[in-house]
């Protein structure tokens, strides 16, 4: 998985795509539980959570973000991130 590398606005609403996703990297920690799966991905040497929630032909994934990494956006102006909704469509 790559997140590449963007900037979010102070609402946490993506507005810059600075970098593709190019660096991939393997999710370990995977857990499923009531519907929700869970997992973390190595970030230059940190770990990022995210979890993902599939409804119908929904899927949201959320970056679950610690407080100090929270406080340290917002003194950059930017909000945690929000929700990413993808889709399922038709062929």
């Known amino acids: 998985m790559s997140t590449g590398v963007f ?4 609402d946490g609403k993506l507005d810059v ?3 593709e996703a190019t660096v ?5 920690d995977v857990v499923l ?3 929700v799966l ?3 991905k190595e970030n230059d040497g940190t770990p990022d959570r995210y979890e ?3 409804s119908g032909d929904t899927a949201t994934l959320a970056f679950l973000i610690t407080d100090k990494f929270r406080e340290a956006m917002k ?5 945690p991130p929000q ?9």
């Open 7 to 10: 900037h979010v606005d102070s």
């Open 17 to 19: 795509v600075i970098e």
């Open 24 to 28: 991939f990297s393997p999710i370990v």
């Open 33 to 35: 539980r009531d519907g």
């Open 38 to 40: 869970s997992f973390t």
């Open 52 to 54: 993902l929630r599939v």
């Open 75 to 79: 003194a950059s102006g930017m909000g």
């Open 83 to 91: 929700a990413v909704t993808f889709k399922r469509i038709g062929r």
